[in-house]
């Protein structure tokens, strides 16, 4: 077992060092794939979109932009439609992140890494939309509050809590990001384990949890988007609206978990 853990390598990727920075070519590799069956499903909708009976894409489109609807209108109220494209965008870009990762990319499984391994599971573009997605929210609330009012809605309900307010606001971009990377890249991890300790169970261990892997992608995808809708509300809300604030979101929760 020791000689396995050994050969065990977390986190390694090849990589390119340009202007002192180390870039992880095959996470970027990835994704632009990614993006590109985006911007391909995005465009192929808009040249197949009808006003019949709509095909299967476009049926996938509707619904996808409708639910999306019904979450930005019940967590931020009509104001909430100009906030329905990042939500979808968010959703489908992460789920197609994390579904790169069931293509089968290894060279030898367990041994090598995957050539096309999941965006998601490596830290830096999480992150990279957490941070988007945390600071988007706060020049919208700055826009919503007003100068005065987006200070003073740190000491909401009592100036005593402002610290904590402060603190909690900090921890969101760090809490979004390994929310989504450390479910993805826990998943890739348990392959890499069980085929170092026991490499004829891969096999039958892989058919067990790829789809159960897809399906962790399409819930973190979802997710994220619903803490991006919840961000959103959160900034557009008034300091007399407090109380909304903090219920119309968990409401919204509540639902989506059943």
Known sequence: MLVAVKNIEVGVHPHLSILGLTVDYDVVLSTLLAMAIFIFLGFRMRAKVTDGVPGKLQLFWEILVEQVSELALSAIGPKGRRFVPIGVTVFLFILICNWIGFIPSAMHPGVSGEILPAPTSDVNLPLAMALLVIIWAHVEAFRARGFT????????????????????????????????????????????????????????????????????????????????????????????????????PRTVALEASH
């Open 149 to 248: 009012g987006y200070f003073k809605h740190y000491t909401q309900p009592y100036a005593a809590l402002t610290p904590i307010n402060l603190v909690e606001e900090i921890t969101k971009p760090i809490t979004l990001t390994f929310r989504l990377f450390g479910n993805l890249f826990s998943g890739g991890l348990m392959i890499v384990v069980v085929a170092a300790l026991a490499p004829l169970a891969l096999g039958p261990f892989e058919i067990v949890w790829k789809p159960f892997d897809l399906f962790i992608g399409l819930i973190q995808a979802f997710i994220f988007m619903l803490l991006t809708i919840m961000y959103f509300g959160m900034a557009m809300s008034h300091d007399e609206e407090h109380e909304v604030e903090h219920e119309s």
